[in-house]
């Protein structure tokens, strides 16, 4: 049974910390696919003649295989169910030590709570999954020829552990130009405690990307931006040893390496 049945089941394997692109043909009559694991249901992008999604792959998902149901609703009113395997291969990251201005670690009452209420704000912006997509064609460096390996590093500030960094640093002076990575719609901006001044995209699908430090922010929520169109300025604010770009990506709240977005079809 199981090798008649074989042609209905694909394994995608993918590593912690990346990012999966999903494409069926389509078919006379189809008129919605969707792509279930874990938690959350995504909706498929009809884009020329296929169906799209990414998914993401969080730093800290477990290895192993992961089961996904994609579900291909017809017009006719039919159903058609594929069982797929999401492989998540491991990957080392490694341990780097920070050194930043102690109000950063040992945070005040009011810092802390102002931590808290921004962190509950983010939760908010990356829990939400727009069934469009926005993006046109590929991904690409907010600095062109911009460079960041420490996706994932586990992080000690001033000798005490924090969270993964679940973006790429991009170094870069202060004022550089910040480009949208693709098109998008401005979900967030503001001044954060940790991040200081944020911008982050919206491209649909609960894929968002996310630009920390700016000096200067040019956009603002609810307005769409073009790929490569000027979001802001390299700064120096929130929790840094120095002015760079910060860029990380939220597929379905999981972080991404950004970077394996534009190593995407
Ligand atoms: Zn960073």
Redesign the pocket.
Known sequence: MWAAFAWMFTVFSVAQGDALWLEYPHRDGLESVEVRWRDRAVPLARSDGAWVAVLGVDLDRAAGDHPARVTFAFADGSTEVRRETIRVTPKEFPVTRLTVEPRFVELSPENLARANRESARLGQVFAAITPEIHWTDGFEAPIPGGRGSNFGHRRVFNDQPRNP?S?A?IAAGEGTPVGATNRGRVADTGDYFFNGNTVILDHGQGVFSVY?HHTRIYVQIVQMVEKGEILGQVGATGRVTGPHL?WGFRIQNARVDPFSLTRMP
Do not use: A, E, N, R
């Open positions: 960094h973006g640093d920390l910060h």
